[in-house]
């Protein structure tokens, strides 16, 4: 019986030696996981767009873009919500954003119950030393008929249900 | 009993040690550097220079960007080294994944000592064969002299780590 646990001990440190080796190495996120995309309709002008930021990673915000399809919904350049201020010795003052970013479009040339593409340009940096270049993401969000409740949120974590 | 136990413990501990020897031998395979250095890319003043012209020098391959803060953090160290290696054989090409006008203001201010190349996202794709899936930055290649890639890095370098890995190259 002893020797069993020896055995489970001995191939237990060894397992643990490579886990260790292998996660020493620096693996960042993919930016489409780093910076996390979606949108979701308020009423039928209106788009919330949301960036979930991993830990560790931001974003600039000057670098941050909005377009919607078709071009005729009409949006104007959203404004964005301010961010962290960092002093860059090339740049001078830069914003940057962590955790969750939220942006209104306002969509006035939208039609009640139609869907629209919205696209979102976005460059950011993690602080392992890395930044990625500028990267592309869209969600297609469809709009509520006219009078109708707003969209639920498509990605609530499923965890905040039993909280 | 105890002695089948301890043989297979020892099978287990051969096979995992075979298996992370493998790997690192995997990682550290010299990749073909020939699709990189048959590279020509415009440089600051719109020259085309080719990156042949430096095949048989250890030649570091920096891609960067001025937008880029831990890229720029890290060159101050490179112009040092190409200041203190260049006569020995050392070559830092720059590629610059950026604008014209944004890398000359800060190739002066640097007083950068090498070729600062303007690469476009076409160049950073090009970093993906050679490891870099992400198109992330910095990410540098050092090429021996007989034009294999003798390192990699994403991120940049531990202090001293790419001074040990030029100075067994020259």
Redesign the interface.
């Known amino acids: 019986m002893r020797?069993?646990r020896?055995?489970v001990a001995?191939?237990g440190a060894?397992?643990f030696v490579?886990a260790g080796?292998a996660s020493a190495q620096?693996s960042?996120l993919?930016?489409e996981k780093a910076f996390r995309f979606s949108a979701r309709a308020l009423d039928p002008h209106t788009v919330e767009a949301r960036f979930s930021i991993a830990d560790g990673y931001y974003l600039?915000r000057d670098?941050l873009r909005f377009t919607v399809e078709p071009a005729a919904s009409g949006l104007a350049v959203p404004s964005l919500p301010s961010g962290r201020i960092k002093e860059?010795?090339?740049?001078g003052r830069v914003e940057t954003y962590r955790g969750n970013v939220i942006v209104n479009l306002q969509l006035p040339g939208t039609a009640p119950g139609q869907k629209v593409i919205v696209q979102a340009e976005s460059?950011g940096?993690a602080d392992?030393?890395?930044?990625?270049?500028p990267n592309i993401q869209r969600v297609t969000v469809p709009l509520p008929a006219a009078g109708s409740a707003p969209t639920r949120p498509d990605e609530i974590p499923r965890k905040q249900w039993f909280q | 009993m105890r002695n089948k136990n301890w043989i297979w413990i020892t099978a287990a501990g051969m096979l995992a040690l075979a298996g992370g020897a493998a790997l690192a031998v995997w990682d550290q395979t010299p990749r073909d550097a020939g699709p990189l250095m048959s590279l020509s890319l415009p440089d600051t003043s719109g020259q085309q220079q080719s990156l042949a012209q430096w095949k048989g020098k250890v030649v570091v391959v920096n891609f960067w960007a001025t937008w880029c803060a831990p890229c720029r953090e890290e060159m101050p160290g490179f112009v040092r080294d190409q200041r203190e290696l260049g006569a020995r054989g050392l070559q830092f090409v720059g590629i610059a994944v950026d604008q014209p006008d944004k890398v000359e203001q800060f190739a002066k201010e640097l007083d950068l000592n090498y070729p600062a190349l303007i690469g476009g996202y076409g160049a950073v794709e090009l970093s993906k064969t050679l490891g870099n899936q992400l198109s992330a930055l910095p990410f540098t290649i050092v090429i021996d002299r007989k034009g294999a890639v003798a390192a990699t890095q994403l991120g940049p370098f531990k202090p001293g780590k790419l001074r040990a890995t030029i100075d067994s190259l020259l």
């Open positions: 020797s069993r020896w055995l001995a191939l060894i397992l490579f080796a620096v960042p993919p930016p600039y670098k860059d010795p090339f740049f460059q940096c392992l030393g890395i930044c990625y270049p």
